[in-house]
């Protein structure tokens, strides 16, 4: 896809000879070739269309309507999708479980981003000792693979938070403990990048002219510095948003994840391997809606790369 | 020459992996000798019975220990290494409770072959109360006040109180002197000995043979054993640790014996001509009510404590989701034993809905801003909070408790957290220990077969200065009362009588709602024969069980 | 190079000892090891403090720190309650190669415990890493090679499926396709879980037969990654001159592509490699729960969920060490590998 992408690049500078695009335009369009990003983007939408606008169709109250008679029933016309344990309707689940994933998804990457900038930014703008010491502290974190960090901390803040509500939806205090954990535990790759950016933007000459006029070294950071490293930020929080999205369903699935009564497309998924033979239907729609989120994600964030940096050679991962 | 260096990598690692798994393989088993499989779904953390009280350790204990008596499929003790069960008309235990005499049978040997006599009992007592042995619970050895042998075949307990549960509690296991004790002198203590883990030494129908970690564990034939040979030649304790794998394997065949399946399952095994069996084994799945003065003013209400009952189904739950292989109950003590602890007189809750609603609307809790959920005279909603472990029947129970009581008007708030976080203590501001929530669901017994529990003991509420106390529901001065009077009564009529008046007094008080019965469900192969299992002592009868082609 | 070493190894040192402080302030306050002591019941009371008093779990949790790092032996514990210091402790501590014992199979080191377990997680794990860089490398090299065709466009499609599926949903498919489906159809299907067939013994043909899912996910999972990037290191390798020269002088395709161009394009494949190998000392925490695999990765689990610090910091810390060690070690593969590189 990156050769792809080139090879739109090369045609674009050839197009560009002939019309001056301005850059948003050239964004635009860049995307516009990646196919797949296309193809991403338009699934995206699908998705959240049937999260949110599942709900005018299914109420909360029917999602969490339990009806033991009816318990583990496949498919039928009254239930497309099945029944789980307790005889829940499966299909109007996965609208409100998929609310909650996609919540999760885009939160735990904000708090992501914020925890990364910050520290990158910090460490890059200040240099010397607090550099030492930021970048020891994210080699740490790097140093633990992601997951076990998850599971120890999903277990140190389990049941440390009660269930809240929001927007007169109750949810899990769990959705919090799991949006924090999985942002303070992904930030370390954005940091990496936001550092190296301001080591090297810090140097340039806008930047020394903000410092001759006596700018705040606040206002360097975040107005100067930071606009212009906002494209890898943007390609790296879309990819976290996938990644998001799978540490949330590893988690619950493991069980340490998001608690009932909230119900996401990773919790409805845990245990599922008891049900392989006798109801299969209990993890394969909430497994399917978390593949397609998290590939339309990738497609997307691979579509973005290629658009925000036609030179960037950082490959996925 | 590099790319002799990476075929080199890539010949190394290949060899690395063969010979590992060269290391793991085995000679194959012998095909002629009768060997018993039972699938097993947590690995025991130690086969000293005093390192852990595991579920599925104690449940071992009858294939490679011996307990001093053993009990029956009825949960009646039987004498096993006594030559009688002490009692009063016997001389066994005096007549003021405070002595207790254990005869031996002189033909008890371990397995090999050095006899057990009173000098292991005095051993297995001192190393329980040496604070450097680290043991799991000193109870009840701390209820003694010291053992005495007068000679190899006699064990006299003295106490200082009487203590009525002695019976379903002392002597699970006997730990062998002559194996253990001069590991004690030289290192100090026993918590190292390789004998917890491989206890070669034992005195059941089969002797420890091999553990491999997260594989099995195997036990074979005690060639020693005084009560003659058994008939299965091995017992192989395979661990499947998850559901799934365990029910393949016993549909397949390759597991003869298996326990504590997921229910969803059981009627897929029954089809597969699996027998399944029922045992009790004194435990309920109960909803604590917290009485305390923290508690949301509902769950202090008796009349609430009764509509709750009255709303909640539980038929329909122990019928769809417990698939109907239990029954509901009515206190926390067992009334399929023939101990006959529970009241007579106790007339069940029934599920009546209407009259919760009748019961709270007359009690002032009435749905004054029409939301659905009634309030009292102060306008505080009628919230009850919900906290249980993580795992899948009790949250399907909350969401269906949560419904059935919102159609009465009480909103259930529901929590679940892991149980060594919901049973943590008060100094880390667990849930249970301060408190923080009305009701709480978890499966418990009492000391069984034996009734005595010091759940509701006033001295064991939770604070600062008894950081660990479990009564996380309230002190209630009558039933302490009741619950200390018991402990020390040595006539079981007397006993029996104090335990109607506490049963009754704790449903009249709706202290707690027991769900329904909680069974341990064996799962059998029809190929193993002759099987009976006790509630308390599960394989009591090991040795007589068979294998039928 | 020496020099290199040894400041790689000094840089580590304050490296490891952040993670231990950060990780054991998270797991001392991850649950209560001794609620669940009781089995079936609760703990009674009277036994969780003597516990607590006797493992120590009621110190200050810098003391319990700075005994799991350097020891107890030379302070004294009171052991019997009377409020009196009387026992010395017999800890050695994480610095003298000591990591504890398990809270709760008492009396076990934490190192046998885990030594237990590390040979069945290296005979799963292996395998599947070597198939996974054969597989990987075959399908990055071809779909390089014949690039924007309908090969290479299908590969492409599928490791980016691949790389967005999470590995329960690989495990569960294909247990369900491959052990369920296949036994209910009649054909010969795939035990699901466990490392061998207990009534057939823990024998190596028993040991394969169940790896062979375990490894099929990992390899849908991993190997779609690695592909991509095998393709692309490729895709550069091949436009370069000497490759062109190579060509030029005649040499068959075939000598080209093994000689010279997969030496170079794999070279960098190592880098990620190198990374990947601490994770297999874990195993796939998630494989290995799915497939009730007997390894490191379920005894993660396990002990996390009864919160038994020095088991799961033992794990974890060893963990570290190897993130640290593989890194060292893959530069230093690197710079053998590749002569154009000098480390000073």
Redesign the interface.
């Known amino acids: 896809m990156a050769a792809l992408a080139e090879a739109d690049v090369i045609r674009l500078q050839e197009e560009l000879k002939a019309k001056p695009l301005t850059p948003g335009q050239l964004i635009k369009l860049r995307f516009l070739r990646h196919k797949m990003a296309v193809l991403g983007a338009i699934m995206l939408l699908v998705l959240i269309l049937y999260a949110f606008g599942g709900a005018l169709v299914y109420s909360e109250a029917e999602a969490n309507f339990t009806d033991t008679k009816i318990r583990l029933n496949p498919p039928s016309a009254e239930h497309p999708f099945g029944t789980d344990t307790v005889g829940r309707d499966i299909l109007a689940r996965t609208i409100y479980g998929g609310q909650i994933s996609l919540l999760i998804g885009l939160s735990a990457v904000v708090v992501e981003v914020i925890v990364g900038v910050l520290i990158g930014a910090i460490a890059g703008y200040y240099g010397g000792w607090i550099d030492g010491l930021l970048m020891r502290f994210t080699e740490a974190m790097f140093n633990i693979p992601q997951l076990f960090l998850l599971l120890v901390m999903a277990k140190f803040f389990g049941g440390k938070i009660p269930t809240i509500t929001f927007l007169n939806r109750e949810f899990s205090g769990s959705v919090i403990v799991i949006i924090v954990i999985i942002g303070i535990t992904s930030w370390m790759y954005l940091a990496r990048i936001v550092r190296a950016n301001f080591l090297s933007l810090k140097e340039r000459e806008f930047v020394l002219a903000a410092h001759t006029t006596g700018t705040s070294n606040l206002s360097i950071i975040f107005n100067h510095i930071l606009p212009n490293s906002i494209a890898p930020i943007i390609v790296s929080g879309t990819l976290s948003v996938a990644n998001a999205i799978i540490s949330e369903a590893y988690i619950s699935f493991l069980g340490l994840g998001v608690q009932p009564p909230t119900a996401t497309w990773g919790n409805m998924l845990e245990g599922a391997y008891n049900y392989i033979e006798t109801a299969p239907w209990l993890w394969i729609s909430p497994g399917i809606l978390i593949v397609l989120t998290v590939l339309s994600i990738n497609f997307v964030g691979d579509g973005l790369r290629d658009a925000l940096d036609p030179h960037a050679i950082v490959e996925a991962k | 020459m ?2 002799k ?2 075929y080199r990598i ?1 010949t190394v ?2 060899v ?2 063969l010979t ?10 012998q095909e002629a000798a009768k060997v018993a ?1 039972f699938a097993w779904t947590q690995e025991p ?2 086969l000293n019975p005093f ?5 599925f ?2 449940l071992m204990h009858q294939v490679y220990l011996c307990w001093a008596w053993q009990f029956d499929d009825q949960a009646v003790a039987y004498p096993h290494l006594v030559t009688e069960l002490p009692s009063v008309e016997n001389g066994g235990v005096s007549e003021d409770g405070l002595t207790i005499t254990l005869n031996l049978r002189d033909d008890i040997t371990w397995s090999d072959g050095e006899p057990i006599t009173s000098a292991d009992f005095q051993f297995t007592y001192d190393m329980v109360m040496t ?2 042995n ?1 043991v ?4 009840p050895y ?1 209820y003694l006040d010291s053992v005495e042998t007068p000679n190899d075949l006699t064990v006299v307990m003295n106490f200082a109180e009487p203590f009525a549960p002695w019976l379903a509690n002392f002597w699970r296991g006997i730990l062998p002197k002559h194996i253990l004790e001069p590991i004690f002198e030289s290192e100090g203590s ?4 390789e004998w ?2 491989a206890p070669t030494v034992g005195c059941g129908p089969y002797v420890f043979d091999e553990w ?5 564990i195997r036990f074979v034939k005690n060639q020693n054993y005084w009560l003659g040979e058994a008939n299965i030649d091995e017992i ?1 304790f ?8 365990q ?3 016993l549909i397949a065949g ?2 003869d014996l298996g326990t504590f399946p ?1 229910l ?2 059981v009627p ?1 095994m029954q089809n597969a001509g699996i027998n399944v069996l029922s045992v009790n084994g004194g ?1 309920s799945e109960i909803w604590f009510f917290n009485f305390r003065d923290m508690a949301s003013p509902g769950a202090k209400d008796i009349n609430v404590r009764k509509a709750v009952t009255m709303a909640l189904d539980r038929n ?2 122990v ?3 417990m698939l109907g292989l239990t029954q509901t109950g009515e206190t926390m003590w067992d009334p399929l034993t023939a101990y006959g602890y529970v009241s007579p007189d106790i007339t069940p809750w029934e599920y009546d809905p209407d009259g919760a609603r009748q019961l709270l609307e007359d009690s002032g809790w009435i749905d004054r801003d029409g939301d659905g959920i009634r309030e009292d005279a102060d306008g505080n909603p009628l919230t009850l909070y919900h906290g249980t472990t ?1 795992r ?1 029947i009790r ?2 129970i ?3 408790a ?2 059935q009581l919102l159609q009465v008007g009480i909103d259930l ?13 008060y100094s ?1 501001g ?2 249970c220990a301060t408190g923080s929530v009305d009701v709480m669901e978890w ?3 009492p000391f069984f077969p034996d009734p005595d529990t010091d ?1 509701w003991l006033c001295d ?1 509420v939770p604070n600062d200065e ?1 950081p ?3 009564n996380y529901f309230g002190c209630d001065e009558t039933l302490d009362a009741l619950f200390r009077s018991q402990l020390v009564e040595t006539d079981p009529t007397a006993r029996t009588e104090i335990f109607h008046d506490i049963t009754q007094y704790m449903h009249d008080q709706v202290y707690l709602i027991p769900l329904y019965i909680d069974p341990d469900i064996w799962l059998i192969n029809p190929r193993l024969t002759n099987v009976t299992i006790s509630g308390v002592t599960p394989f009591y009868s090991i040795m007589s069980w068979d294998i039928t082609e | 190079m020496t020099r290199y070493i040894i400041r790689r190894i000094l840089q580590a040192i304050p490296l490891l000892f952040i993670i231990s402080v950060l990780l054991f302030v998270l797991m001392i306050n991850t649950g209560d090891p001794l609620a669940t002591m009781g089995g079936r019941k609760a703990t009674r009371p009277e036994d969780r403090a003597r516990l607590a008093r006797q493992l120590g779990l009621d110190q200050p949790i810098y003391k319990q720190y700075i005994y799991w790092l350097i020891g107890n032996d030379w302070a004294l514990i009171d052991m019997d309650g009377d409020g009196i210091l009387e026992t010395p402790g017999s800890r050695l501590g994480v610095l003298r190669g000591d990591f504890g014992n398990s809270l709760i199979s008492r009396g076990k080191a934490v190192i046998e415990i885990i030594w237990d377990r590390l040979p069945n997680t290296l005979i799963l794990m292996i395998p599947a890493e070597i198939i996974v860089i054969i597989v990987s490398l075959i399908v990055g090299i071809y779909s390089a090679l014949r690039q924007y065709s309908l090969i290479d466009h299908t590969v492409t499609a599928l490791s980016f499926i691949g790389y967005s599926m999470p590995i329960f949903f690989v495990a569960l498919v294909s247990m369900y396709i491959f052990g369920v489906n296949f036994k209910r159809w009649g054909l010969p299907y795939l035990p699901t879980v466990g490392m061998f067939d207990p009534k057939m013994g823990k024998t190596t043909v028993q040991i394969i037969w169940h790896m062979i899912l375990p490894i099929f996910s990992m390899t849908v999972i991993t190997a779609a990654g690695y592909s991509r990037f095998v393709r692309s290191q490729m895709l550069e390798v091949i436009s370069e001159d000497y490759i062109r020269t190579a060509r030029s002088k005649g040499l068959p395709q075939r000598l080209v592509i093994s000689r010279h161009a997969l030496k170079n394009a794999a070279l960098p494949l190592v880098t990620i490699v190198g990374l990947d190998v601490p994770l297999l000392l874990a195993g796939a925490v998630v494989t290995e729960t799915i497939f009730a695999w007997p390894g490191m990765g379920r005894l993660f689990i396990d002990h996390l969920s009864r919160s038994d610090t020095p088991v799961v910091m033992g794990i974890l810390m060893m963990i570290s060490v190897a993130v640290v060690f593989s890194q060292l070690i893959t530069d230093i593969i690197y710079a053998w590998l590749d002569p154009r590189i000098r480390y000073t």
């Open positions: 590099k790319q260096r990476f890539v690692l290949t690395l992996a590992l798994s060269a290391f793991a393989s085995l000679a194959g088993a499989t953390d130690s390192y852990t009280d595991m579920w350790a104690t604070d450097a680290t799991n619970s000193q109870y701390d026993l918590i190292e000995a917890n883990e491999e970690s997260g594989s099995y192989f395979q661990f499947v640790p998850d559901d799934a794998a029910t393949a394997a390759d597991a997921p969803s399952d897929v435990y329909a739950i019928d769809d989701l993580i899948e949250q399907d909350q969401a269906v949560q419904q708030q529901i929590m679940s957290e892991d149980s060594d976080i919901f049973f943590g203590s880390d667990a849930s499966s418990d017994a759940y064991q008894n660990w106390g479990y």
